[in-house]
């Protein structure tokens, strides 16, 4: 059987390290913000939790619980170290910014919102844009966290990438 | 490349899987480099040439609406689908082709039962006796019936081997039991149910039973009349006829009984503002134009797998998968649901440390087609405490090259997943 590269670029080291241990993954004691995703018909289910700061609505911390694929589960994980200290508007920036990688689009002549280590792991994680039918997968945490960033989303968001482009 | 060893020994009357396969033009292609390896058959199974190019010529040469005209063209369409009627009669072996309902497919027909059959005998606080391995088309219909009109639905339990026991079905029978509804082999795990010990459990207190047969009619010999049930239903896309055809066998004692579930053209036999008449069954049940093309294609699709034999099917592809769950049980860490006997071409599994999205990525990556998640049963994935599976599931055109295939791909996840 022939190296299959394409799989290798999905299931590299650092997407396997962190489906195999995902980091904050736990419960958060007091979140102000929570959303939940669920894609039924594969079955990746996450909540995400976020603590916004008072005044600067920074992410002072972000955990996630759930199960799904190993894409699913690295994702949600370097989610939360990517966004952790980043204010709402960063972290949109950076969704936006995946999610151009994710389609496979070109993204824009503007520098990455993402630098270093960051920059990197978004890099692994858009690997799924060669297996389209994965990238709700990818994508799923962070259209969860993008629900529980609105204004309002305690626990109320209900969000699938199911359907989605 | 040596002469490996032959997987099964496959006797001399076997049908020739090698042979049928041409067939089937869609098989013959390589997916992400590698031969496809088709083994998604529970889901939906590949057409063969006979029934693309029944349809096509009906199309061509006899195409037009049915029963309402005069001319030529309705006459011949009016026959060919009347014709698909006594095909799929003959099939199952049912007693009349007014016996036989044609619908869009299984989750209509069980539909059509949970609609139509609840209005003429499911009072408040009557039930319907369920098991927790049904697909969701034979759970989520009732369920919209116990909450809309209080009828009781009550699932019986799976064996921790993930059969079920006829005896604990029988448990769950009483004076308000009004519907047995259970299928005859189970998509998810393959399981074979002990439908004859059900339905005699049923019988002994008259009540009906439905069989959803969607996984049993293109597998094995099916004959409603032995098995003694009331109802049957299956779709046609599933027996390598086309989508969009499905059949509801039901007993004409049930059917004469049983009032429309959806009304219009067709199915009437005289309108007035004062009030309308329905036709007899199973025009009764065929509101609208009908999938006619459709129903040419499944009689095709039967008129083919009959002439390769029901038993020749099954026995071939009895051997095919116990040859695959012998090589599977080489692969570490493997854990398999459902029996291992099950006589069925299903077979669902789990590699420990790998979740079953990212072992059927890998294996379509290798030409492999599986199916991977709940495969539409969540209740009975929770019972088993796992949130999916992966399911391989074999047709009579599948060989152990299909097996090696298989393998191959999982020794590959096991590289990425060790």
Known sequence: ?165 | MTAARPLFRAPPDALDAEALRRDFPALNQKIHGFPLAYLDNAASAQKPRAVLEAMTRFYENDYANIHRGVHELSQRATNAYENARKTAQRFINANAADEIVFTRGATESLNLVASSFSRAFLREGDEVVITELEHHANIVPWQVLAKERGVILKPAPITPGGSVDAAQVEALLTKRTKLVSVAHVSNALGTVLPVADIIAAAKKRDIPVLLDGCQAVGHMPVDVRALGCDFYVFSGHKLYGPTGIGVLYGRKEWLAEMPPWQTGGDMIESVSFKGTTFREPPARFEAGTPPIAGAVGLAAAIDYVSAIGMERIADYERRLADAARAELSKINRITFYGPRDNHSPIISFNLEGAHAHDVGSILDRCGVAARTGHHCAEPLMERLGVPGTTRVSFAFYNTPADIEALCRGLEKTREIFP
Request: glycine residues 8%; hydrophobic residues 40%.
């Open chain 1, 1 to 165: 059987m022939s190296a299959l590269p394409e799989l290798r670029d999905l299931y590299q080291e650092l997407i396997l390290d962190h489906g195999r241990h995902p980091r904050n993954l736990r419960k958060m004691a007091a979140p102000n913000r929570e959303a939940l995703g669920n894609n039924p018909l594969c079955g990746d289910r996450v909540t995400v939790y976020l603590h916004l700061g008072d005044h600067d609505k920074r992410i002072e911390d972000v955990s996630f619980e759930g199960q799904g694929c190993a894409i699913c589960m690295a994702s949600s994980s370097m989610m939360t170290e990517i966004l952790k200290g980043r204010t709402a508007a960063e972290a949109q920036a950076v969704f936006d910014y995946f999610h151009t990688l994710c389609a496979g689009e070109e993204p824009s002549a503007a520098a990455p919102p993402v630098a270093g280590d960051d920059f990197e792991r978004l890099q692994a994680l858009a690997g799924v844009r060669d297996f389209p039918i994965r990238v709700k997968c990818a994508t799923l945490p962070w259209h969860t966290m993008q629900a529980a960033l609105c204004p309002g989303g305690l626990g109320l968001s209900r969000v699938s990438t199911e359907g989605k482009s």
